[in-house]
């Protein structure tokens, strides 16, 4: 063997030796992120934290770094609200930098089993409106837009028509308070199987209520995995509901993972948003179809198929 070339091979055995355990692992991170195509996509998909822990770590500032590096355009946090004001401020900062879009937050607090804003009491209204008021603040310091409304749980000793009344009435009490700032609620209808007993579940329900608040700060949270269940007949609502629609949400049923994994045909859901221009954000509101670094992959992969049209 030439000296020459035993010197090279003898210096990068050196050089992978002082890398240790966390170098080789970084080594691997990084051959794993490789494989994942960072090319853009054509709509703004919005994974959450905890989606690629595997490849980024529990770090959510690394973890946002990861999304944008595969070309996510957007991110979304349920429990941002919850966060630390330093943490906040943080994610804020690597969003701006990397040039993603915050997607929703929860608002405020869900009652998923007692009726809240359906009985038309002072004490829940004032409640919702105090939790509203606290998610401007957060919604500024996060560079957020949207934020999730669930008005709650039935009043089964009330009228649909009473209880509809009593929470378009509430909403447009949040609306004096978001408009001022520029900011959308948008309302959640969920399915009955998930969430049985839920005040809102249907997409023309949502529609008739914002027609009511008749409000740019109330509009549709969309959620296709929810109406996949509660209704289908996924595209002509969304045609019939459009100009109240401000956010969807991504799962695909049964199971509620990554597109392909199901039921639905994502591909031409999604080549039916982008023909109407929507610009605004997708959330991935959905687990991993498979564990671990390989299921991470298999989640960019499966949004890369469904985005190809």
Not at 3 to 14: D, E, H, Q, T, V
Not at 54 to 71: R, S, T, Y
Not at 103 to 122: M, N, Q
Not at 185 to 200: A, D, I, K, R
Request: proline share 4%.
């Amino acid at each position: 063997m030439k000296r020459r070339s035993f010197l090279k091979k003898g210096a990068a055995s050196a050089s992978l030796m002082g890398l240790g355990v966390s170098g080789m692992n970084a080594m691997s991170h990084f051959e794993d992120a490789k494989s994942a195509n960072n090319k853009k996509f054509n709509l703004n998909y919005a994974p959450h934290i905890g989606m690629f822990k595997n490849h980024a770590g529990k770090d959510p500032v690394d973890q946002l770094n990861f999304m944008a590096d595969q070309g996510f355009l957007a991110f979304e946090d349920n429990g941002m609200k919850d966060r630390s004001v330093s943490v906040q401020e943080k994610m804020a900062k690597t969003m701006v930098n990397r040039n993603m879009t915050m997607g929703v937050f929860v608002a405020h607090k869900i009652y998923w089993k007692e009726p809240t804003l359906t009985t038309g009491k002072e004490n829940s209204r004032k409640e919702f409106l105090q939790q509203i008021e606290e998610s401007v603040a957060v919604a500024k310091r996060v560079n957020a837009k949207w934020m999730t409304v669930v008005p709650g749980h039935v009043d089964l000793r009330k009228d649909i028509g009473f209880q509809t009344a009593n929470v378009v009435e509430s909403l447009k009490y949040a609306t004096d308070i978001l408009e001022k700032h520029n900011l959308i609620m948008v309302l959640e209808p969920l399915n009955f199987y998930n969430h049985p007993g839920l005040f809102l579940s249907k997409i023309p329900q949502a529609y008739e209520v914002c027609k009511a608040v008749d409000s740019p700060s109330c509009k549709i949270l969309f959620d296709i995995y929810h109406q996949q269940i509660q209704e289908g007949n996924l595209i002509p609502n969304m045609k019939m509901a459009w100009d109240e629609i401000a956010y969807f949400q991504i799962g695909d049923n049964p199971g509620r993972k990554e597109p392909t994994t199901g039921e639905i045909n994502y591909k031409n859901i999604f080549k039916y948003i982008h023909a109407k221009g929507y610009k605004g954000v997708l959330g991935m509101e959905h687990g991993n179809s498979k564990k671990g670094k390989d299921g991470e992959l298999a989640v960019i992969e499966a949004y890369r198929i469904s985005d190809n049209f």
